[in-house]
């Protein structure tokens, strides 16, 4: 009996080891993090351009955005729709022959900014990446229905939005 319970806390011990950090580098893989974000407005494009040449690209939510290749080193980038995605390329002949690139989608919010102005001009607009807070005060009804409306618009394109908005 001993010696299964001896057993049995080897092989747990084995298997938590694993998964730890140090575990995956053991097992032979290691996670990689974006090494840069993009961004690119909804219904945009732009090219860019890599230092050196790629093998292959791919596109983790082809919904949110879309790639061609224009060369072996420049790429072709179309905004789609309001989110974030990756894109990872692939190098052949180098050490490191894999690099991500975090790629976010946005959608110009100064119309609204301008548009939450007049009635509510004590109401800031920050987006960060495809996350938008609504910061301030309204002073009436009016500025109320002009920030909740603002608000409602930012949802419907796709920002997930944080409302911090007090009565002045």
Known sequence: MFKSIASLALGAALTFSLALPGGAQQAGYTV?????????????AITLTLDTAFSELSMASPEIADLATLSETQIYLLGKTIGETTITVLRDGTPLGVTDY?????RDITPLKTFLAGPAPRVELVRDSIVVTAKGCV???????????????LENWGYVTLP???RC
């Open 139 to 153: 002073d009436g009804p009016r500025a109320q229905a002009a920030a909740d409306r603002v608000i409602g618009e």
């Open 164 to 166: 911090d908005i007090i």
């Open 32 to 44: 990689s993090s974006p090494s840069a974000v993009i961004e690119v407005e909804a219904s945009m």
């Open 102 to 106: 975090k790629i976010v989608v946005y």
